[in-house]
């Protein structure tokens, strides 16, 4: 979590910062700055939320005594061995990702989702097999997680195909015919990025109060705890609006209409339809 977080802040930095948007656009060098940077943002999230959670197991409610011997070395401890663990998952990902196999970091998130599933089936079957689950309820739940996946896949692999034109040319004693082709832009541009931050930021608060919320005068923490805990309503309200405004909102980081348009302006392309004379860049919206 703290790289994803760490890598959505840079991104957000790269566009309001002038000198790291100017690293941005030096290419291959400026994305490998980018990237330290990156490594870097995660090294302090994980400092930060390492010391958190260290400060907070002894004086979370319902957690008293989890903790035996809260102290210097017991903090020393936890922080080395939580910051440890992040930086090598981040190398790790970086890795699978120079590998060629896919995205590291998301990969891993998979490969921890998938690794919760068994025992969530074998409890639901066990479940139908006592009589607790109905046999039709344990249908209706399999029929909505294949209709879901199916759905999932269908729009992360739906895209848009913007066909762009290049007119005949002349370079040196070549001449080039005229060619089509077409610019594919993805439906779901943000992938996962809009529900992982906005699971973040809705999460913080919350364990900001279960840290403190059990200290005397500190009880409306308590309140807020209960309030954003998963499955409540506020939580499903505020989760679902954080997704869609992150959504848009990264979709407009990662992808710049008038840059794209400046980009194959500077080719000889144009975009069919494009007739109506307007400029590219409005096309792309």
Same mark, same amino acid.
């Given at each position: ?7 959505? +802040? ?88 120079? #590998?060629?196999?896919?995205?590291? +970091? ?29 046999? /039709? ?24 195909? +913007? ?9 040196? #004693? ?10 594919? /832009? ?48 506020? @939580? ?6 954080? +997704? ?5 909102? @990264?979709?407009? /980081? ?9 980009? /194959? ?21």
């Amino acid at each position: 979590m703290p790289y994803i977080s760490a890598s959505i +802040i840079i991104q957000l930095l790269t566009v309001v910062h002038p000198t790291l948007a100017e690293i941005k656009k030096e290419g291959e060098s400026g994305r490998r700055k980018i990237s330290q940077y990156t490594r870097y943002g995660t090294l302090v999230l994980a400092i930060f939320q390492s010391i958190g959670i260290a400060t907070g197991l002894p004086n979370m409610p319902g957690m008293q005594g989890l903790v035996m011997n809260p102290g210097f070395a017991f903090y020393f401890t936890a922080v080395v061995s939580l910051v440890t663990g992040t930086m090598f998952l981040m190398w790790l990902g970086e890795q699978i990702t120079e #590998r060629g196999i896919g995205n590291g +970091i998301s990969i891993i998130i998979f490969a921890g989702i998938v690794a919760g599933l068994p025992p969530a089936i074998a409890h639901t079957i066990e479940q139908a097999r006592q009589g607790d689950l109905h046999f /039709l309820v344990l249908l209706l739940v399999a029929v909505l997680v294949f209709a879901v996946t199916f759905f999932v896949v269908f729009v992360e692999r739906g895209q848009r195909r +913007i066909v762009v034109n290049y007119a005949k040319r002349q370079q040196g #004693r070549r001449v080039y015919a005229a060619q089509s082709t077409h610019l594919p /832009l993805k439906v779901n541009m943000a992938g996962v990025i809009p529900a992982i931050f906005a699971s973040s930021i809705i999460l913080f608060p919350a364990t900001i109060a279960s840290w403190f919320g059990g200290g005397t005068g500190w009880n409306w923490l308590t309140t807020i705890s209960l309030y954003l805990q998963p499955g409540q309503p506020l @939580y499903v309200l505020l989760y679902a609006s954080a +997704i869609i405004f992150f959504c848009f909102f @990264y979709t407009a /980081l990662v992808f710049n209409p008038r840059e794209t348009a400046d980009n /194959l302006k500077k080719s000889g392309a144009f975009c069919t339809r494009n007739s109506s004379g307007r400029a590219n860049g409005e096309v792309y919206r």
